[in-house]
Nanobody
């Protein structure tokens, strides 16, 4: 089993930045693809960004391109989401998730961290 714990959320003004972290337990983190998702009140959960197990390939939702950067440090069993130029519409609970089989099916999820962007 893998457990994920997100941190780094908070309240920030529009235009500001936050860096989210995802700490993983277990020794298998380094072999799993990782992604960030978010869910705003009253909306469905949506994909934000993903990174391959070795960190070579990254993918972004259109809403995140050019503003967010996903990264990982397998030696530390940690993943990150650097968010810049934040907008009020980025307000959501952000979740990290792991894809054990490389099939874009995310089996392991964290509890989420709240990001609130004020205008």
């Amino acid at each position: 089993q893998v457990q994920l714990v997100e941190s780094g959320g908070g309240l920030v003004q529009a235009g500001g930045s936050l860096r989210l972290s995802c700490a993983a337990s277990g020794r298998t983190f380094s072999s799993y693809g990782m992604a960030w998702f978010r869910q705003a009140p009253g909306k469905e959960r949506e994909f934000v960004a993903a990174i391959s197990w070795e960190g070579y390939n990254t993918y972004y939702a259109d809403s995140a391109k050019g503003r967010f950067a996903i990264s990982r440090d397998n030696a530390k069993n940690a993943g990150y989401l650097q968010m810049n130029s934040l907008k009020p519409e980025d307000t959501a609970v952000y979740y990290c998730a792991l894809d054990p089989r490389g099939t874009n099916r995310y089996t392991y999820w964290g509890q989420g961290t709240q990001v609130t962007v004020s205008s």
